[in-house]
């Protein structure tokens, strides 16, 4: 494996990512490569940087470009935050990953996510153009916030479940055991939703109220977390 | 790695008409990598030779082909155009050309990126250029059939004052020629060595139903309105439950 590949030449390679293709990928967990490194976070930032401009478009043009900010960073800071934790993990639940694979497979599934939403970006830009506005009087904009919300989990769905896939391939390759592979990918899967829903609790609001200003984080951002307003909620739900 | 000039056989998926059996190897004799230098070779070629097309969007140049394939695509859907608007006359005789052959470019455009991801995600060999093509043929095979409905579309817009019915007829003939059109992808995909067509399928959904939506988006196509845009935002389905319930 060449240690110093170039950024063109990295760009080039990536489409072996996406076809799965492990024997040309695992190599990349090897030594740390810039150029590598670079084209991963190139990805993210685009792939869903488009995305999240897509979602925010529909609210305004400042908000899309905050959610183009924020999406990516989303992203970013939950790898970096449970870097350590998910290179603890690995080996206690039988994966022999040093904390530079472990670092690198999470990176690469999440570029492959990037990837994919960066593609479906401008379907959703087209969805967004068909859906009646915000702010619209009458029952249309309730019903295009719901038609908007279904199509953007299907999205990030199709994206999070294509990129688990090739991260449990990845894991099974580098532990040689399928039940091992499973246990770590389930083990980062639940940090990594415990960190990345709370950050993205704390970075709302992605399309935010037609009533309130445009802002990138509101004046409450550290105040609460997501599981007390989702208790809240569903505690609103079943009634006094 | 792969070799652009590969052109192993097809593991799975549909077949063409077009492409040798028995011993040779598609895309092994002269005739099946012949260029195609004009429209007019174009449009037969994707007719009678669609895996000569492939073969050749398998080449290391393929950008002029996909230029002409584009190119007959337009003009395909410029003259079907014409037909859909003479139902109205006056400015749908213009309006819906431009309406149609733009909404199946920019539906193409939508599209483009995520077929070239699940193209990947499915394991084809698939560079951009190549997936491209693959669109603007399915793009020019759709017009081609298209233009075969044109006369039977003609008279009809010429017996019928309903706009349901007519609009019922060309999605009929729209859904005629997709699914030739998509055969012709699906075709492309084996062509690439994608091990999955599941990948294929998803993409298939996408397109239709941003297909669909487009003729929703730049209404009227068939009847006639003082805009030439809609200035109200629906999805497809309540357009069409609005245009049969009046």
């Given at each position: 494996m060449n240690s110093t590949v170039a950024f063109a030449p990295a760009l080039r390679e990536l489409p072996a990512l996406l076809r799965g293709e492990l024997e040309a990928t695992?190599?990349?967990?090897?030594r740390w490569q810039r150029a590598r490194l670079g084209v991963h976070v190139v990805v993210i930032l685009a792939g869903a940087g488009l995305f999240g401009a897509a979602i925010g478009c529909w609210r305004a043009p400042l908000a899309a470009f905050y959610t183009a900010l924020k999406l990516p960073l989303i992203i970013m800071l939950t790898t970096l935050g449970n870097a350590l934790l998910n290179a603890m993990l690995a080996p206690l639940l039988g994966a022999n990953l040093s904390p530079r694979q472990t670092l690198l497979t999470i990176l690469l599934s999440f570029t492959l996510a990037s990837a994919i939403l960066g593609s479906l970006s401008p379907l959703l830009f087209f969805v967004v153009w068909n859906t009646p506005p915000l702010a619209a009087p009458g029952a249309g904009a309730g019903a295009g916030y719901s038609f908007l919300l279904v199509a953007q989990t299907a999205m990030i769905a199709l994206a999070g479940v294509v990129a688990n896939l090739r991260l449990m391939q990845m894991l099974q390759r580098l532990s040689g055991s399928r039940a091992v592979a499973r246990r770590v990918m389930l083990a980062w899967l639940a940090g990594n939703l415990l960190l990345g829903s709370q950050l993205a609790w704390n970075l709302?609001?992605?399309?935010?109220?037609?009533g309130l200003p445009v802002e990138f984080?509101?004046?409450?951002?550290?105040?609460?977390?997501f599981f007390e307003a989702l208790l809240r909620s569903m505690r609103e739900l079943a009634g006094p | 790695m792969h070799n652009p000039n590969d052109t192993s056989p097809a593991t799975s998926g549909a077949s063409l008409p077009g492409a040798p059996s028995g011993d040779s190897l598609p895309g092994s004799e002269p005739s099946e990598r012949?260029?195609?230098?004009s429209l007019t070779s174009a449009v037969d070629a994707m007719l009678r030779q669609p895996q000569r097309v492939l073969n050749l969007l398998s080449d290391a140049r393929p950008g002029p082909l996909i230029a002409r394939l584009l190119m007959s695509s337009v003009l395909c859907s410029l003259i079907y155009g014409v037909v859909v608007g003479t139902f109205s006359g006056g400015a749908q005789l213009w309006a819906a050309p431009v309406k149609i052959a733009a909404g199946l470019v920019l539906s193409a455009l939508i599209c483009l990126p995520s077929l070239y991801i699940f193209a990947c995600l499915s394991g084809a060999q698939a560079r951009p250029a190549q997936v491209w093509g693959l669109v603007a043929g399915l793009l020019t095979l759709m017009n081609i059939l298209l233009i075969g409905f044109a006369p039977v579309a003609w008279v009809f817009s010429q017996s019928t004052e309903s706009v349901a019915l007519m609009g019922a007829l060309h999605l009929l003939f729209w859904a005629v020629a997709t699914a030739f059109g998509l055969k012709f992808l699906c075709a492309g995909f084996s062509h690439l060595n994608a091990r999955s067509e599941s990948g294929w399928k998803v993409w298939v959904v996408i397109f239709v139903m941003v297909t669909l939506q487009m003729t929703t988006a730049l209404r009227p196509l068939i009847g006639t309105s003082p805009?030439?845009?809609?200035p109200e935002k629906k999805f497809f389905l309540v357009h069409w439950r609005e245009c049969l319930s009046q």
């Open positions: 695992t190599p990349w967990l090897d709302r609001p992605f399309v935010g109220s037609p984080l509101r004046a409450n951002a550290f105040q609460g977390n | 012949a260029a195609i230098p805009h030439f845009l809609p």
